[in-house]
């Protein structure tokens, strides 16, 4: 993330204000059919978390410690559980990220996945599709026409922007000649794709 100095403040005024009121860190909380805390907005007194969490540092951990030995939920489900007893500690905030941090850049090029969508928090009609790439050919096609079509190596990157309207938009990306991805995006559900994918700023 490249911070602007006005979201630096907003940091600061949140840690003061956890200081004031002796909460000792912070995290987004949301409610599906159950609750579930994600890591969208997330801060901590590393002591606090030392002295109160279960400490997790091998998949053997993980398969072997309570509570996460007992069920397949993953660890937003998990989470709630186990801080119930330090429900006093925390600060929580449903403001995601891109709304948060509005006027900073977040670094779309630390994602890991294959293929990603990024959602425009400056103009949701323009929303990104960038790929790190494998060894190969890739061609993008968006509506059918062709935007992209060359080999690449290992870790380039394809950025390619698009508009969006009433209509559905389709996105197909084939490595190889093979369909690896496709998607159709319109602005109704544009919005849905805000809380799944990467954010990012002109």
Known sequence: MDFSESDIDKIDIILNQCL??????????ESYDIPAIESRLFAGNVDFFLENFILVKSIDDWYNKY????????????????VNHINESIHFTNTS????????????????????????????????????????KYNVLINDEMTVSRNY???????????????????????NDSIVFEENINLENIENFKNKCVLYKL
Do not use: H
């Not at 509570?67 to 186990?82: A, R």
């Open 67 to 82: 509570p996460f030995s007992t069920t397949s939920d993953t660890l937003e489900y998990i989470f709630p559980k186990l």
């Open 97 to 136: 990220v891109g709304e948060f941090f509005n006027s900073s850049k977040l670094d779309i090029f630390s994602a890991r996945s294959f293929i990603n969508l990024a959602y425009n928090s400056n103009n949701k009609f323009q929303p990104l599709l960038f790929i790190i790439t494998k060894s190969g």
């Open 153 to 175: 190596s290992n870790n380039e990157w394809i950025k390619t922007r698009f508009v969006i309207s009433n209509d559905l938009t389709n996105l197909k990306v084939l490595f």
């Open 20 to 29: 004031v009121d002796v909460k000792m860190w912070m995290c987004n909380f």
